[in-house]
Nanobody, 126 residues
Framework: QLQLVESGGGLVQPGGSLRLSCAASGFTLDGFAIGWFRQAPGKAREVVSCISSTNVGPYYPDSVKGRFTISRDNAKNMMYLQMTSLKPEDTAVYYC???????????????????WGQGTQVTVSS
């Protein structure tokens, strides 16, 4: 069974840091473009970072650029999102996602992704 499982969410004060992890099982991330998305209540799901299977990119929207870092470890079948200088507006459910795609393409549209984690809550509040 192909599965992505996130971990690492929680409550953090403004200015703090969190690292989200996403473990893939049932398939290897090698050959997959990956991404991290978030969804706040009443808002659409939005990309926070994505990268191609060949590590072209990464893409970050202006809202997180310079604060978030995506990475992957294909040998461990893991992907990560390091978040620093967190702000209350970063509060959301965060999802990891993957799509089979050899090459340099990365995808900012969530509709492009075939595999999703269950989501992990990140709350930034004092």
């Amino acid at each position: 069974q192909l599965q992505l499982v996130e971990s690492g969410g929680g409550l953090v004060q403004p200015g703090g840091s969190l690292r989200l992890s996403c473990a893939a099982s049932g398939f290897t991330l090698d050959g997959f473009a990956i991404g991290w998305f978030r969804q706040a209540p009443g808002k659409a799901r939005e990309v926070v970072s994505c990268i191609s299977s060949t590590n072209v990119g990464p893409y970050y929207p202006d809202s997180v650029k310079g604060r978030f870092t995506i990475s992957r470890d294909n040998a461990k079948n893991m992907m990560y999102l390091q978040m620093t200088s967190l702000k209350p507006e970063d509060t959301a459910v965060y999802y990891c996602a993957a799509v089979g795609s050899w090459g340099d393409s990365f995808y900012t549209n969530p509709d492009e992704y075939h595999y999703w984690g269950q989501g992990t809550q990140v709350t930034v509040s004092s």
